[in-house]
């Protein structure tokens, strides 16, 4: 089967999925850069949470409660960035995947079900990272004509 989701209204679907999902990622970043301490987040986690313990441990170790300090605003933000521009879009997608699969355990939020919005958001990155989405009126598409690119073929798995 042949299947070119960049032609027609998919590829626009998809590129508004990538905006989409981007804003909320760059807003949400930018909106704790100064003023963000997961402290309270970390140390109140929910007993049903996989993560609980984890999440005590970095709450009560400084070094890693201050790199999770910078880590989470400057992270949402860049993640943010490459997707609505286009840019590095698998890279950004596999590390916000990664990001809602620590809210969606950390949250443990089932009280209506497994299916909340923190496993929404992780299935966003995971349609914007699979379909190659920064390919479609990304810069993506530019980028990987370079010759930085073409000479290291292996770069094309963080595009697109």
Known sequence: MDFDYSQGVTGYVLVLTRLITGYWFFHAGVT???????AGYLANAPDASPLQGFFAWAAATPWLLD???????????????????GALVR????????????FYL???DWGHGLVNGDLFGLMMFVIVGTLAAGRILGLDT????????????????LLG
Do not use: D, H, S
């Open 67 to 85: 790199f999770t300090n910078f880590m989470i605003p400057w992270g949402e933000t860049l993640i943010g960035l490459g997707l609505i521009v």
């Open 142 to 157: 530019i980028i990987e004509k370079m010759e930085f690119v073409r000479q290291r073929p292996a770069l094309k798995y």
């Open 106 to 108: 950390g949250n443990a």
């Open 91 to 102: 890279l950004a997608a596999f590390f916000g995947g990664v990001l809602m699969v620590f």
């Open 32 to 38: 704790k850069i100064g003023g963000f301490n997961a």
